[in-house]
């Protein structure tokens, strides 16, 4: 197991000495949602109605900025090469860059996510379930994401690709983790739509190592 | 199977297929267009419009159908390595895009006199949406890459993850309410609709299927004849270099 938690730590390591993907996807994230009350008006009933959208939505796209570089610097200098010659199995050392991936941008974003909803007067029943439901969504889209990262290595305009393939994706996550604030926010139980989020999670968990390690083979043949 | 990946007796079989299926597709698109659209009778509630169903329907079902071919096609190539799986999906993917482009097209058009909107976010047109993407996504990666096998291996896995997407289309009517109405012909108590509908509405999905296959052997030959004159022209130039070879060496 110390191989993988290595790979873990030298993500990591590495992100923060390079001035950090992780900064600049929370200062993405704050950046983008702070417009929205800029451009809708600052009145309070229709920010809590379209507050947990806007977040998740923001959250998605701020996801997204990481992927590119997920497994594509790894490639060009050799280092991914390596690591699948290692005895740890491809599918682990896909499942730690996903982790350290996870700690990087999805953990932030879960920490800044709460004062954003505060920010725009989500009540508090929501917020606690609108944190759970991050914390059960995000994962999924870094499993989603690692697909599209694995699948555009070496490819022209990666980025842009990755953003095609991956979206359509999110989708699910999206509708679930909107609706478990709605449904707490109405009053409602939010419990079946976090089920439904943690069912997402299950199945992208093995369904994103499988397809992503798959994608690197290719890449590596 | 197996005997079908040699791209050269693939040649002589799509030889004789070929001017079947076209006559078969010309045939039944008469005879479907006929029946749809001067046999069959108006619809009670909806007029003249219901004719609309007759291409919708078949190319929504067509779009479907399609991209299970290419995931099937994409499973054969990623585990037996066969040469014309690859380029099955390859070819595929813009014809089943174009399906999908045209259910959502009808359907759009059909929705404005019956739900009043051009476009409802319903369960069923929004999986169509993404259905759509996926398409898209996958020209898109098939030609990202220098190396054009790369580009369509990958290809090959993102369209077995898109499979993810085929059964929230189908039954997308049913776990969700919508506007969109339930399926109405693959039901386990029969067919909700009347025969002098039906029968037009199977000539044009037989139709569409022939077309399918008519475009699909059209774009296979001309990918396997692209890649034969790709190798040529690369074995000419080696040939040209070997000769030259010392000479340029010189200069």
């Given amino acids: ?221 | 199977m197996h005997r079908f990946a040699n791209p050269n007796r693939f040649l002589r079989i799509a030889a004789v297929v070929l001017p079947w299926s076209a006559a078969l597709t010309v045939a039944l698109l008469g005879l479907g267009l006929y029946l749809a659209l001067l046999v069959s009778p108006a619809d009670y509630q909806q007029g003249e419009s219901v004719r609309i169903m007759y291409i919708h329907v078949p190319a929504a079902w067509m779009a479907l159908f399609i991209y299970s071919c290419l995931a099937a096609a994409s499973a054969v190539a990623l585990i037996w390595k066969h040469p014309l799986a690859d380029l099955a999906a390859k070819a595929s993917a813009p014809i089943g895009a174009c399906f999908t482009f045209i259910a959502l097209a009808t359907g759009s058009i059909w929705g404005k006199p019956m739900w009043g909107d051009w476009w409802v976010w319903d369960a069923r047109l929004t999986s169509v949406l993404i259905l759509f993407f996926f398409y898209m996504g996958h020209m898109a990666l098939t030609s990202a890459f220098e190396d054009a096998s790369r580009g369509e291996r990958a290809a090959s896995i993102l369209a077995l993850v898109g499979m993810v997407n085929i059964p929230v289309v189908k039954w997308s009517v049913d776990w969700w309410n919508t506007l969109h109405q339930p399926a109405s012909i693959v039901r386990m108590d029969g067919p909700a609709i009347h025969a002098s509908m039906l029968a037009p509405l199977l000539v044009m999905a037989a139709a569409f299927t022939a077309y399918y296959v008519t475009v699909l052997i059209l774009r296979l030959r001309g990918e396997i004849l692209a890649r034969k004159i790709g190798s040529l022209r690369l074995t000419r130039i080696q040939d040209r270099q070997e000769e030259s070879g010392p000479h340029m060496r010189e200069v």
């Avoid at chain 1, 290595?6 to 983008?32: E, P, Y």
């Avoid at chain 1, 599209?148 to 990666?158: C, F, I, K, S």
């Fill in chain 1, 1 to 221: 197991m110390t191989g993988f938690w290595l790979i873990v730590r030298r993500d990591i390591v590495m992100a923060w000495r390079q001035g950090g993907d992780g900064l600049m996807a929370i200062m993405f994230f704050l950046i983008t949602v702070t417009l929205f009350p800029l451009g809708v008006g600052p009145e309070s009933g229709i920010l809590a109605r379209i507050g947990p959208a806007v977040v998740w939505v923001a959250a998605l796209l701020a996801t997204l900025l990481s992927l590119e570089r997920m497994f594509q610097t790894d490639f060009e200098d050799g280092s991914l090469d390596l690591m699948a010659i290692t005895p740890l199995p491809l599918e682990a050392v896909v499942l730690a860059k996903c982790l350290a991936n996870w700690l990087l941008t999805g953990a932030p974003l879960l920490l800044a996510a709460p004062v954003l909803a505060m920010m725009l007067h989500m009540d508090r029943e929501g917020l606690a379930v609108f944190v759970t439901a991050m914390a059960l969504g995000t994962p999924s889209l870094v499993f989603i994401g690692a697909i599209g990262a694995a699948l555009t290595v070496g490819a022209h305009r990666g980025g842009v690709l990755l953003t095609l393939l991956v979206l359509p994706l999110y989708i699910p996550v999206l509708i679930f983790g909107v609706g478990a604030v709605e449904a707490a926010v109405t009053g409602q139980s939010a419990q079946p739509h976090l089920l439904v989020l943690g069912g997402l999670l299950l199945g992208t968990l093995p369904l994103g190592l499988w397809a992503s390690t798959a994608a690197l083979r290719q890449a590596l043949e």
